[in-house]
Protein backbone atom coordinates (compact mmCIF):
# COMPACT_ATOMS: atom_id res chain seq x y z
CA UNK A 1 0.00 0.00 0.00
CA UNK A 2 1.50 3.19 -1.05
CA UNK A 3 -1.07 6.43 -0.11
CA UNK A 4 0.19 9.30 -0.80
CA UNK A 5 -1.19 13.21 0.58
CA UNK A 6 -0.94 15.88 -2.09
CA UNK A 7 -1.53 19.38 -2.06
CA UNK A 8 -0.69 21.32 -5.38
CA UNK A 9 -3.06 24.31 -5.91
CA UNK A 10 -2.38 26.80 -9.06
CA UNK A 11 -1.26 30.21 -8.80
CA UNK A 12 -2.35 32.85 -11.82
CA UNK A 13 -0.60 35.61 -9.95
CA UNK A 14 1.86 35.99 -13.35
CA UNK A 15 5.04 34.61 -11.08
CA UNK A 16 6.21 31.50 -12.44
CA UNK A 17 4.27 28.57 -11.47
CA UNK A 18 6.78 26.26 -10.28
CA UNK A 19 8.73 28.32 -8.06
CA UNK A 20 5.69 30.09 -6.62
CA UNK A 21 4.11 26.88 -5.81
CA UNK A 22 5.03 25.11 -2.40
CA UNK A 23 6.93 21.98 -2.99
CA UNK A 24 3.83 18.64 -2.50
CA UNK A 25 4.49 16.62 0.53
CA UNK A 26 4.18 13.57 -0.39
CA UNK A 27 4.69 10.17 1.75
CA UNK A 28 4.46 6.40 0.95
CA UNK A 29 3.65 4.28 3.72
CA UNK A 30 2.83 0.64 5.32
CA UNK A 31 0.39 -0.64 7.53
CA UNK A 32 0.81 0.48 11.38
CA UNK A 33 2.44 2.95 13.13
CA UNK A 34 5.03 4.35 10.62
CA UNK A 35 2.25 5.19 8.55
CA UNK A 36 0.97 6.96 11.03
CA UNK A 37 3.97 9.05 11.57
CA UNK A 38 4.61 9.90 8.16
CA UNK A 39 1.43 11.00 7.32
CA UNK A 40 0.70 12.88 10.07
CA UNK A 41 4.27 14.87 8.81
CA UNK A 42 2.62 15.16 5.61
CA UNK A 43 -0.24 17.05 7.03
CA UNK A 44 1.81 19.08 9.03
CA UNK A 45 3.85 20.01 5.76
CA UNK A 46 0.49 20.51 4.14
CA UNK A 47 -0.84 23.02 6.37
CA UNK A 48 1.84 25.10 7.21
CA UNK A 49 2.22 25.64 3.15
CA UNK A 50 -1.33 26.06 3.01
CA UNK A 51 -0.95 29.16 5.15
CA UNK A 52 1.74 30.49 3.66
CA UNK A 53 0.40 30.48 0.45
CA UNK A 54 -3.01 32.30 2.00
CA UNK A 55 -0.56 35.29 3.86
CA UNK A 56 0.46 36.46 0.17
CA UNK A 57 -2.54 36.45 -0.95
CA UNK A 58 -3.11 35.43 -4.48
CA UNK A 59 -6.12 33.93 -6.31
CA UNK A 60 -6.36 30.11 -6.99
CA UNK A 61 -7.89 28.65 -9.72
CA UNK A 62 -7.30 25.64 -9.53
CA UNK A 63 -8.84 22.63 -6.43
CA UNK A 64 -6.69 21.76 -3.37
CA UNK A 65 -6.12 18.06 -3.63
CA UNK A 66 -6.26 15.70 -0.66
CA UNK A 67 -5.58 11.95 -1.78
CA UNK A 68 -8.37 9.48 -1.17
CA UNK A 69 -6.22 6.66 -0.23
CA UNK A 70 -4.84 8.24 2.37
CA UNK A 71 -8.29 9.42 3.65
CA UNK A 72 -9.47 6.11 3.54
CA UNK A 73 -6.40 4.57 5.73
CA UNK A 74 -7.18 7.35 7.96
CA UNK A 75 -10.68 6.41 8.54
CA UNK A 76 -10.00 2.70 8.20
CA UNK A 77 -11.02 0.58 10.74
CA UNK A 78 -7.37 -1.10 10.90
CA UNK A 79 -6.39 3.05 11.62
CA UNK A 80 -8.48 2.90 13.75
CA UNK A 81 -7.40 -0.12 15.64
CA UNK A 82 -3.61 0.22 15.56
CA UNK A 83 -2.49 -0.20 19.49
CA UNK A 84 0.71 2.14 19.51
CA UNK A 85 3.93 -0.16 20.46
CA UNK A 86 7.12 0.54 22.71
CA UNK A 87 9.06 0.42 19.56
CA UNK A 88 7.55 3.61 17.87
CA UNK A 89 7.83 5.77 21.40
CA UNK A 90 10.31 8.14 19.58
CA UNK A 91 7.99 8.70 16.40
CA UNK A 92 5.15 9.10 18.22
CA UNK A 93 5.99 11.70 20.89
CA UNK A 94 7.50 14.19 17.58
CA UNK A 95 4.35 13.69 16.59
CA UNK A 96 2.49 14.55 19.41
CA UNK A 97 4.80 17.35 19.67
CA UNK A 98 4.22 18.65 15.96
CA UNK A 99 0.39 18.48 16.82
CA UNK A 100 0.86 20.86 19.54
CA UNK A 101 3.19 23.49 17.55
CA UNK A 102 0.73 23.38 15.17
CA UNK A 103 -1.76 24.36 17.25
CA UNK A 104 0.23 27.29 19.35
CA UNK A 105 1.30 29.03 16.05
CA UNK A 106 -2.82 29.24 15.04
CA UNK A 107 -2.16 28.58 11.43
CA UNK A 108 -5.21 27.09 10.99
CA UNK A 109 -7.81 28.58 13.36
CA UNK A 110 -6.33 31.85 11.86
CA UNK A 111 -7.28 31.08 8.59
CA UNK A 112 -10.98 29.40 9.26
CA UNK A 113 -11.90 32.29 10.44
CA UNK A 114 -10.49 34.61 8.10
CA UNK A 115 -12.09 33.10 4.80
CA UNK A 116 -15.23 32.19 6.98
CA UNK A 117 -17.23 35.15 5.18
CA UNK A 118 -15.12 35.65 2.08
CA UNK A 119 -16.71 32.81 -0.50
CA UNK A 120 -18.53 35.66 -2.64
CA UNK A 121 -14.96 37.15 -3.24
CA UNK A 122 -13.27 34.16 -4.21
CA UNK A 123 -15.10 31.37 -5.30
CA UNK A 124 -12.75 29.25 -4.63
CA UNK A 125 -12.48 30.03 -0.50
CA UNK A 126 -15.43 27.23 0.33
CA UNK A 127 -13.23 24.73 -1.05
CA UNK A 128 -10.23 25.90 0.86
CA UNK A 129 -11.97 26.06 3.70
CA UNK A 130 -13.17 22.45 3.01
CA UNK A 131 -9.63 21.27 2.51
CA UNK A 132 -8.67 22.77 5.78
CA UNK A 133 -11.37 21.45 7.80
CA UNK A 134 -10.15 17.90 6.50
CA UNK A 135 -6.84 18.60 7.34
CA UNK A 136 -8.06 19.59 10.81
CA UNK A 137 -9.65 16.83 11.15
CA UNK A 138 -7.67 14.16 10.08
CA UNK A 139 -4.70 15.74 12.71
CA UNK A 140 -8.17 15.74 15.11
CA UNK A 141 -8.62 11.79 14.60
CA UNK A 142 -4.88 11.22 15.05
CA UNK A 143 -4.30 13.06 18.09
CA UNK A 144 -7.34 10.88 19.28
CA UNK A 145 -5.84 7.97 18.06
CA UNK A 146 -2.36 8.26 19.16
CA UNK A 147 -1.95 8.40 23.06
CA UNK A 148 1.83 8.91 22.67
CA UNK A 149 4.18 7.84 25.28
CA UNK A 150 7.70 10.02 25.26
CA UNK A 151 11.07 8.03 25.33
CA UNK A 152 12.37 7.82 28.72
CA UNK A 153 15.47 9.81 27.25
CA UNK A 154 13.40 12.58 26.18
CA UNK A 155 11.40 12.60 29.27
CA UNK A 156 13.73 14.74 31.63
CA UNK A 157 12.69 17.20 34.34
CA UNK A 158 13.14 20.51 33.73
CA UNK A 159 15.26 23.01 35.33
CA UNK A 160 11.65 25.51 36.64
CA UNK A 161 12.88 29.19 35.90
CA UNK A 162 13.94 31.75 38.42
CA UNK A 163 11.59 34.33 37.05
CA UNK A 164 9.99 35.91 40.40
CA UNK A 165 6.33 34.41 40.42
CA UNK A 166 4.94 38.15 40.37
CA UNK A 167 6.59 39.31 37.16
CA UNK A 168 5.66 37.92 33.73
CA UNK A 169 9.29 37.18 31.28
CA UNK A 170 9.37 38.73 28.43
CA UNK A 171 9.60 34.65 27.40
CA UNK A 172 6.16 33.90 28.19
CA UNK A 173 3.21 34.43 25.78
CA UNK A 174 1.64 37.59 25.55
CA UNK A 175 -1.17 38.10 28.02
CA UNK A 176 -2.99 40.10 24.81
CA UNK A 177 -5.83 38.49 23.37
CA UNK A 178 -5.03 36.28 20.56
CA UNK A 179 -6.43 36.82 16.81
CA UNK A 180 -8.65 34.18 17.09
CA UNK A 181 -10.00 34.59 20.95
CA UNK A 182 -13.38 34.76 20.95
CA UNK A 183 -14.83 38.27 22.23
CA UNK A 184 -17.77 39.28 23.86
CA UNK A 185 -19.55 40.06 20.30
CA UNK A 186 -18.59 37.50 19.00
CA UNK A 187 -19.64 34.76 20.83
CA UNK A 188 -22.38 33.58 19.52
CA UNK A 189 -20.21 33.19 16.20
CA UNK A 190 -17.81 31.37 17.47
CA UNK A 191 -19.74 28.63 19.56
CA UNK A 192 -21.84 26.54 17.76
CA UNK A 193 -25.12 26.53 19.50
CA UNK A 194 -24.28 26.88 22.85
CA UNK A 195 -26.27 24.79 25.24
CA UNK A 196 -26.08 24.47 29.04
CA UNK A 197 -26.16 20.34 28.48
CA UNK A 198 -24.43 18.20 31.09
CA UNK A 199 -21.45 15.87 30.18
CA UNK A 200 -22.40 12.46 29.76
CA UNK A 201 -25.93 13.53 29.25
CA UNK A 202 -27.20 14.30 25.49
CA UNK A 203 -28.08 12.63 22.70
CA UNK A 204 -24.51 12.15 21.48
CA UNK A 205 -23.98 10.15 24.79
CA UNK A 206 -26.45 7.63 23.72
CA UNK A 207 -24.02 4.69 24.16
CA UNK A 208 -22.97 5.55 28.04
CA UNK A 209 -26.88 5.22 29.31
CA UNK A 210 -26.82 2.25 27.02
CA UNK A 211 -24.74 0.61 28.11
CA UNK A 212 -25.49 0.77 31.70
CA UNK A 213 -29.29 0.00 31.01
CA UNK A 214 -28.24 -2.98 29.39
CA UNK A 215 -25.73 -3.96 32.28
CA UNK A 216 -28.92 -3.86 34.72
CA UNK A 217 -30.42 -6.56 31.96
CA UNK A 218 -27.47 -8.67 32.71
CA UNK A 219 -27.48 -8.73 36.41
CA UNK A 220 -31.75 -9.08 36.35
CA UNK A 221 -31.91 -11.74 34.16
CA UNK A 222 -29.39 -13.52 36.16
CA UNK A 223 -31.65 -13.43 39.13
CA UNK A 224 -29.70 -10.02 41.17
CA UNK A 225 -33.30 -8.74 42.64
CA UNK A 226 -33.81 -5.37 42.15
CA UNK A 227 -33.83 -4.12 45.20
CA UNK A 228 -29.92 -4.98 45.31
CA UNK A 229 -29.14 -3.43 42.06
CA UNK A 230 -29.01 0.91 42.15
CA UNK A 231 -29.26 2.53 39.02
CA UNK A 232 -27.50 5.96 38.42
CA UNK A 233 -28.14 7.77 34.48
CA UNK A 234 -29.20 10.79 33.30
CA UNK A 235 -32.09 9.55 31.56
CA UNK A 236 -32.67 12.28 29.01
CA UNK A 237 -31.61 9.78 25.72
CA UNK A 238 -35.55 8.54 24.96
CA UNK A 239 -37.12 11.54 25.31
CA UNK A 240 -34.46 13.55 23.08
CA UNK A 241 -35.80 14.98 19.99
CA UNK A 242 -32.82 13.29 17.95
CA UNK A 243 -33.97 9.42 19.18
CA UNK A 244 -36.13 8.12 15.81
CA UNK A 245 -37.54 5.74 18.81
CA UNK A 246 -38.82 7.17 21.48
CA UNK A 247 -39.20 5.52 25.37
CA UNK A 248 -36.63 2.84 23.32
CA UNK A 249 -32.91 2.49 23.56
CA UNK A 250 -30.93 -0.19 22.08
CA UNK A 251 -27.23 -1.27 22.82
CA UNK A 252 -26.89 -3.78 19.66
CA UNK A 253 -27.20 -3.02 15.50
CA UNK A 254 -30.60 -4.29 15.58
CA UNK A 255 -31.02 -5.14 19.05
CA UNK A 256 -33.79 -5.37 21.52
CA UNK A 257 -34.99 -2.31 24.03
CA UNK A 258 -32.91 -2.25 26.83
CA UNK A 259 -34.46 0.78 28.53
CA UNK A 260 -37.92 -1.32 29.21
CA UNK A 261 -37.91 -2.07 33.30
CA UNK A 262 -34.63 -0.10 34.35
CA UNK A 263 -35.35 1.02 37.65
CA UNK A 264 -34.37 4.97 37.19
CA UNK A 265 -33.28 5.16 41.34
CA UNK A 266 -30.96 8.34 40.77
CA UNK A 267 -31.04 9.95 37.38
CA UNK A 268 -30.53 13.81 36.04
CA UNK A 269 -28.93 16.26 38.58
CA UNK A 270 -29.29 13.66 41.62
CA UNK A 271 -26.13 11.81 39.49
CA UNK A 272 -23.44 12.82 40.79
CA UNK A 273 -20.08 11.98 42.33
CA UNK A 274 -21.03 13.11 45.95
CA UNK A 275 -24.15 10.81 45.64
CA UNK A 276 -22.45 8.05 44.29
CA UNK A 277 -20.11 8.15 47.14
CA UNK A 278 -22.38 8.49 49.52
CA UNK A 279 -24.74 5.61 47.82
CA UNK A 280 -21.91 3.28 48.09
CA UNK A 281 -21.02 4.08 51.57
CA UNK A 282 -24.54 3.11 52.65
CA UNK A 283 -25.66 6.66 53.24
CA UNK A 284 -28.94 7.97 52.25
CA UNK A 285 -28.96 10.68 49.96
CA UNK A 286 -31.87 13.34 49.10
CA UNK A 287 -34.05 11.98 46.62
CA UNK A 288 -34.39 8.93 44.51
CA UNK A 289 -35.56 5.78 45.17
CA UNK A 290 -33.66 5.50 48.56
CA UNK A 291 -31.94 2.98 47.56
CA UNK A 292 -28.11 2.20 48.69
CA UNK A 293 -25.60 -0.23 49.09
CA UNK A 294 -26.59 -2.58 51.84
CA UNK A 295 -23.67 -5.01 52.22
CA UNK A 296 -21.89 -6.78 54.89
CA UNK A 297 -18.92 -8.63 55.51
CA UNK A 298 -19.67 -11.44 53.99
CA UNK A 299 -21.18 -9.92 50.45
CA UNK A 300 -19.70 -9.69 47.16
CA UNK A 301 -20.20 -6.30 45.30
CA UNK A 302 -19.77 -5.60 41.23
CA UNK A 303 -19.42 -1.61 40.29
CA UNK A 304 -19.79 -0.59 36.95
CA UNK A 305 -19.17 2.78 35.36
CA UNK A 306 -19.87 3.59 31.74
CA UNK A 307 -18.82 7.46 30.73
CA UNK A 308 -15.99 10.25 30.51
CA UNK A 309 -12.77 9.93 31.90
CA UNK A 310 -9.58 11.71 31.81
CA UNK A 311 -6.25 10.84 33.78
CA UNK A 312 -7.02 10.46 37.25
CA UNK A 313 -10.70 11.09 37.37
CA UNK A 314 -14.18 10.40 36.33
CA UNK A 315 -16.55 12.22 35.65
CA UNK A 316 -20.22 12.88 35.91
CA UNK A 317 -22.52 14.73 34.56
CA UNK A 318 -21.78 18.38 36.37
CA UNK A 319 -18.81 17.15 38.69
CA UNK A 320 -16.00 14.18 38.71
CA UNK A 321 -14.67 12.01 40.95
CA UNK A 322 -10.93 12.14 41.67
CA UNK A 323 -8.77 9.09 41.90
CA UNK A 324 -7.65 9.57 45.25
CA UNK A 325 -10.72 9.90 46.92
CA UNK A 326 -12.56 7.38 45.02
CA UNK A 327 -9.40 4.77 46.78
CA UNK A 328 -9.95 6.35 50.05
CA UNK A 329 -13.13 5.21 50.00
CA UNK A 330 -12.86 2.13 48.79
CA UNK A 331 -10.22 0.97 51.09
CA UNK A 332 -12.40 2.56 54.00
CA UNK A 333 -15.28 -0.15 53.13
CA UNK A 334 -12.74 -3.31 52.91
CA UNK A 335 -13.88 -6.14 54.80
CA UNK A 336 -16.50 -4.07 56.51
CA UNK A 337 -19.20 -3.86 53.90
CA UNK A 338 -17.98 -6.56 51.61
CA UNK A 339 -16.05 -9.55 51.20
CA UNK A 340 -15.07 -9.03 47.66
CA UNK A 341 -15.39 -6.12 45.21
CA UNK A 342 -15.13 -5.65 41.16
CA UNK A 343 -15.17 -2.90 39.52
CA UNK A 344 -15.62 -2.66 35.68
CA UNK A 345 -14.60 0.79 33.91
CA UNK A 346 -15.04 1.86 30.87
CA UNK A 347 -13.69 5.74 30.44
CA UNK A 348 -10.70 7.15 28.74
CA UNK A 349 -7.53 6.65 30.74
CA UNK A 350 -9.65 4.53 33.39
CA UNK A 351 -6.68 3.07 34.06
CA UNK A 352 -5.11 5.99 35.91
CA UNK A 353 -7.87 5.67 38.70
CA UNK A 354 -6.27 2.80 39.96
CA UNK A 355 -2.44 2.80 38.89
CA UNK A 356 -0.63 2.73 41.76
CA UNK A 357 -3.19 3.27 44.14
CA UNK A 358 -4.67 -0.26 44.62
CA UNK A 359 -2.61 -2.77 46.22
CA UNK A 360 -3.18 -6.69 46.26
CA UNK A 361 -3.99 -5.99 50.09
CA UNK A 362 -7.38 -5.22 49.42
CA UNK A 363 -10.00 -7.54 48.32
CA UNK A 364 -10.85 -5.43 45.26
CA UNK A 365 -10.37 -6.47 41.70
CA UNK A 366 -10.73 -4.45 38.86
CA UNK A 367 -10.95 -4.44 34.81
CA UNK A 368 -10.66 -1.30 32.92
CA UNK A 369 -11.33 -0.38 29.12
CA UNK A 370 -8.02 1.08 28.81
CA UNK A 371 -4.35 1.84 30.45
CA UNK A 372 -3.84 4.76 32.01
CA UNK A 373 -2.86 6.74 28.47
CA UNK A 374 -5.24 6.33 25.80
CA UNK A 375 -8.65 6.68 24.69
CA UNK A 376 -11.20 4.13 25.38
CA UNK A 377 -13.49 3.59 22.20
CA UNK A 378 -17.14 3.81 21.19
CA UNK A 379 -18.79 1.34 18.59
CA UNK A 380 -21.86 0.71 16.20
CA UNK A 381 -22.36 3.06 14.60
CA UNK A 382 -26.72 3.21 14.05
CA UNK A 383 -27.28 5.02 10.93
CA UNK A 384 -31.29 5.68 11.77
CA UNK A 385 -30.16 6.82 15.16
CA UNK A 386 -27.38 8.74 14.12
CA UNK A 387 -25.39 7.31 17.27
CA UNK A 388 -22.71 5.02 18.37
CA UNK A 389 -25.02 2.50 20.80
CA UNK A 390 -22.49 0.88 23.20
CA UNK A 391 -18.62 0.91 24.22
CA UNK A 392 -16.27 -1.45 23.04
CA UNK A 393 -15.23 -2.75 26.33
CA UNK A 394 -19.05 -2.68 27.24
CA UNK A 395 -20.57 -4.83 25.40
CA UNK A 396 -17.96 -7.38 25.38
CA UNK A 397 -18.45 -8.22 28.77
CA UNK A 398 -22.01 -7.89 28.72
CA UNK A 399 -22.85 -10.06 25.38
CA UNK A 400 -20.27 -12.51 26.86
CA UNK A 401 -22.52 -12.40 30.13
CA UNK A 402 -25.55 -12.77 28.05
CA UNK A 403 -24.45 -16.01 26.08
CA UNK A 404 -22.42 -18.00 29.05
CA UNK A 405 -23.18 -20.01 31.85
CA UNK A 406 -21.45 -17.63 34.65
CA UNK A 407 -21.12 -20.37 37.46
CA UNK A 408 -18.66 -22.07 34.85
CA UNK A 409 -16.61 -18.84 33.77
CA UNK A 410 -14.21 -17.24 35.57
CA UNK A 411 -13.21 -13.60 36.17
CA UNK A 412 -10.26 -14.41 34.59
CA UNK A 413 -11.81 -15.86 31.94
CA UNK A 414 -14.12 -12.76 30.98
CA UNK A 415 -11.19 -10.72 31.35
CA UNK A 416 -9.42 -12.70 28.44
CA UNK A 417 -12.73 -12.56 26.30
CA UNK A 418 -12.98 -8.94 26.60
CA UNK A 419 -9.11 -7.85 26.21
CA UNK A 420 -9.54 -10.23 22.58
CA UNK A 421 -12.41 -8.40 21.89
CA UNK A 422 -11.37 -4.66 22.91
CA UNK A 423 -8.50 -4.78 20.04
CA UNK A 424 -8.69 -0.96 20.40
CA UNK A 425 -7.31 -0.32 23.45
CA UNK A 426 -5.35 -2.59 26.47
CA UNK A 427 -7.49 -3.71 28.91
CA UNK A 428 -5.78 -3.55 32.16
CA UNK A 429 -6.28 -5.67 35.58
CA UNK A 430 -5.56 -4.06 39.07
CA UNK A 431 -5.71 -5.07 42.47
CA UNK A 432 -5.93 -8.55 44.01
CA UNK A 433 -5.68 -11.00 41.05
CA UNK A 434 -6.35 -13.70 43.34
CA UNK A 435 -10.15 -12.77 43.45
CA UNK A 436 -10.18 -13.37 39.26
CA UNK A 437 -10.29 -17.57 40.25
CA UNK A 438 -13.87 -16.75 41.36
CA UNK A 439 -16.67 -17.53 38.91
CA UNK A 440 -18.57 -14.41 37.35
CA UNK A 441 -21.64 -15.65 38.90
CA UNK A 442 -20.35 -14.61 42.40
CA UNK A 443 -20.81 -10.93 41.15
CA UNK A 444 -23.18 -11.08 38.23
CA UNK A 445 -25.88 -13.54 39.53
CA UNK A 446 -26.27 -17.14 39.36
CA UNK A 447 -29.55 -17.77 37.87
CA UNK A 448 -29.10 -20.02 33.94
CA UNK A 449 -31.51 -17.63 31.63
CA UNK A 450 -31.64 -18.61 28.24
CA UNK A 451 -28.53 -17.90 26.28
CA UNK A 452 -29.12 -14.45 24.31
CA UNK A 453 -26.97 -15.17 20.57
CA UNK A 454 -26.63 -12.09 18.98
CA UNK A 455 -25.40 -11.65 15.21
CA UNK A 456 -22.31 -10.39 14.47
CA UNK A 457 -22.15 -6.86 13.54
CA UNK A 458 -19.69 -4.51 12.27
CA UNK A 459 -18.22 -2.50 15.28
CA UNK A 460 -17.32 0.99 13.71
CA UNK A 461 -14.59 1.48 16.93
CA UNK A 462 -13.34 5.08 17.24
CA UNK A 463 -12.24 6.93 19.83
CA UNK A 464 -14.34 7.91 22.68
CA UNK A 465 -12.54 11.32 22.38
CA UNK A 466 -13.21 11.83 18.58
CA UNK A 467 -17.12 10.79 18.66
CA UNK A 468 -18.60 14.40 18.18
CA UNK A 469 -16.62 14.30 15.01
CA UNK A 470 -17.34 11.30 14.13
CA UNK A 471 -21.01 11.82 14.48
CA UNK A 472 -20.73 14.53 12.18
CA UNK A 473 -18.70 12.89 9.64
CA UNK A 474 -21.21 10.02 9.24
CA UNK A 475 -24.00 12.16 8.93
CA UNK A 476 -22.22 14.15 5.88
CA UNK A 477 -22.02 11.24 4.20
CA UNK A 478 -25.33 10.26 4.27
CA UNK A 479 -26.53 14.11 3.68
CA UNK A 480 -28.39 14.09 -0.09
CA UNK A 481 -30.12 17.79 0.51
CA UNK A 482 -27.56 20.64 0.00
CA UNK A 483 -29.14 22.97 2.84
CA UNK A 484 -28.20 19.81 5.08
CA UNK A 485 -24.78 19.31 3.77
CA UNK A 486 -24.16 23.09 4.23
CA UNK A 487 -25.05 23.21 7.65
CA UNK A 488 -23.15 20.01 8.35
CA UNK A 489 -19.63 21.30 7.23
CA UNK A 490 -20.66 24.42 8.74
CA UNK A 491 -20.86 22.56 12.28
CA UNK A 492 -17.93 20.57 11.34
CA UNK A 493 -15.76 23.60 10.78
CA UNK A 494 -17.23 25.24 14.11
CA UNK A 495 -16.57 22.01 16.08
CA UNK A 496 -12.81 21.21 14.95
CA UNK A 497 -12.00 25.47 15.25
CA UNK A 498 -13.51 25.22 19.01
CA UNK A 499 -11.31 22.48 19.79
CA UNK A 500 -8.27 24.25 18.42
CA UNK A 501 -9.16 27.18 20.20
CA UNK A 502 -9.19 25.40 23.52
CA UNK A 503 -6.12 23.54 22.29
CA UNK A 504 -4.24 26.53 21.65
CA UNK A 505 -4.89 28.02 24.84
CA UNK A 506 -3.68 24.50 26.95
CA UNK A 507 -0.45 25.04 24.82
CA UNK A 508 -0.01 28.78 25.85
CA UNK A 509 -0.52 27.70 29.80
CA UNK A 510 2.19 25.14 29.63
CA UNK A 511 4.34 27.29 27.21
CA UNK A 512 3.87 30.27 29.51
CA UNK A 513 4.78 27.44 32.55
CA UNK A 514 7.73 26.40 30.74
CA UNK A 515 8.84 30.34 30.56
CA UNK A 516 8.94 30.09 26.64
CA UNK A 517 11.29 27.46 26.51
CA UNK A 518 9.90 25.51 23.94
CA UNK A 519 12.04 22.62 24.96
CA UNK A 520 10.08 22.66 28.57
CA UNK A 521 6.72 22.99 27.03
CA UNK A 522 7.20 19.91 24.57
CA UNK A 523 8.01 17.81 27.86
CA UNK A 524 4.47 19.50 29.66
CA UNK A 525 2.53 18.71 26.71
CA UNK A 526 4.02 15.17 25.72
CA UNK A 527 4.67 13.67 28.46
CA UNK A 528 3.00 10.28 29.92
CA UNK A 529 3.85 10.31 33.15
CA UNK A 530 2.14 8.36 36.70
CA UNK A 531 -0.30 10.19 38.72
CA UNK A 532 1.38 10.68 42.37
CA UNK A 533 0.75 14.77 43.26
CA UNK A 534 -3.09 14.37 43.41
CA UNK A 535 -3.65 17.15 45.81
CA UNK A 536 -1.52 19.50 43.05
CA UNK A 537 -3.48 18.21 40.07
CA UNK A 538 -6.73 18.21 42.20
CA UNK A 539 -5.88 22.02 42.38
CA UNK A 540 -5.31 22.54 38.62
CA UNK A 541 -8.15 20.90 37.64
CA UNK A 542 -10.46 23.38 39.85
CA UNK A 543 -8.86 26.10 38.93
CA UNK A 544 -8.90 25.12 35.22
CA UNK A 545 -12.52 24.73 35.27
CA UNK A 546 -13.44 27.75 37.13
CA UNK A 547 -10.92 30.17 35.48
CA UNK A 548 -10.85 28.61 31.88
CA UNK A 549 -13.18 26.39 30.54
CA UNK A 550 -16.02 25.05 32.74
CA UNK A 551 -15.31 20.92 32.51
CA UNK A 552 -19.12 19.97 33.14
CA UNK A 553 -19.65 22.45 29.57
CA UNK A 554 -16.77 21.61 27.73
CA UNK A 555 -16.34 17.95 27.33
CA UNK A 556 -13.11 18.11 25.14
CA UNK A 557 -11.23 19.53 27.54
CA UNK A 558 -10.68 16.44 29.37
CA UNK A 559 -8.64 15.35 26.74
CA UNK A 560 -6.42 18.06 27.56
CA UNK A 561 -5.79 17.98 31.36
CA UNK A 562 -2.97 15.44 31.51
CA UNK A 563 -0.76 18.96 30.63
CA UNK A 564 -2.19 20.06 34.18
CA UNK A 565 -1.18 16.49 35.32
CA UNK A 566 2.10 16.86 33.78
CA UNK A 567 3.02 21.04 35.24
CA UNK A 568 2.54 18.98 38.95
CA UNK A 569 4.35 16.00 37.98
CA UNK A 570 7.25 18.23 36.59
CA UNK A 571 7.17 20.15 39.96
CA UNK A 572 6.34 23.72 39.00
CA UNK A 573 4.65 25.36 41.59
CA UNK A 574 0.71 26.27 42.27
CA UNK A 575 1.77 29.87 41.64
CA UNK A 576 3.08 28.79 38.25
CA UNK A 577 -0.13 27.03 37.52
CA UNK A 578 -2.66 30.34 39.09
CA UNK A 579 -0.64 32.79 37.10
CA UNK A 580 -0.84 30.84 33.82
CA UNK A 581 -4.45 30.72 33.99
CA UNK A 582 -4.88 34.37 35.28
CA UNK A 583 -2.69 36.04 32.43
CA UNK A 584 -3.96 33.76 29.74
CA UNK A 585 -7.91 32.91 30.01
CA UNK A 586 -8.86 35.89 30.20
CA UNK A 587 -11.84 35.23 27.11
CA UNK A 588 -15.38 35.21 27.59
CA UNK A 589 -17.68 32.34 29.10
CA UNK A 590 -17.54 29.60 26.51
CA UNK A 591 -19.39 26.65 26.31
CA UNK A 592 -20.17 22.95 24.36
CA UNK A 593 -16.44 22.88 22.88
CA UNK A 594 -17.12 18.64 22.00
Same mark, same amino acid.
Not at 197 to 202: D, E, K, L, V
Not at 221 to 237: A, F, W
Not at 425 to 448: A, P
Not at 540 to 549: K, L, N, P
Given at each position: ?6 ? /? ?52 ? /? ?15 ? *? $?????? !? ?98 ? !???? *? ?30 ? @? ?52 ? *? ?85 ? !? ?41 ? %?????? *? ?22 ? $?? %? ?52 ? %? ?17 ? /???? $??? /? ?40 ? @? ?8 ? %? ?24
Amino acid at each position: MSPSSTW /SPSLNDGTNQDAARPAVPTVSTHEGETSIAQILAALVNTQAQLANTLSRGPPMT /SPIKIDSTSNTLLRSNA *F $RATKPS !SSTCSKNAAMNKALYHLAEEERISLILIGIEDDTSANPLAAQLRDTETELIDRASLLDARCRVTVCAEDDKKPTPSTTSHGQVSNQRVPANRSANMPTAN !SRSS *FLEDPRTRPISAGYSNYRHQADICHAYHVLHK @HGVPDERIVVMMYDDITKAQENPTPGVIINHPNGTDVYRDVPKDYTGDLVTAKN *FISILQGKKVKGGSGKVISSGPKDHVFLYFAGHGAPGLLVFPNDVLHAQAFMNVIKSLNKRTFANMIIYVDAPESGSMFDGLLTASY !SVYVLTAANPYESSYACYWDAKRQAYLGDLFSVSWMEDADKKD %LGKETL *FSQFNVVKNKTYTSHVMEYGNKQI $RK %LSVSEFQGKKKPSPIMLPKASDDAVPSQYVPIAIIRNKLERASDPKELNSLKAK %LRRTLRNRLFLKNKVAKIA /SFVA $RGK /SNEADIVLTSQRQLTKYACYEKAVRQFSERCFDLSRNPYAFQ @HLRVLMNICE %LSYSSLDITEAMDVLCTHPNVEDIV
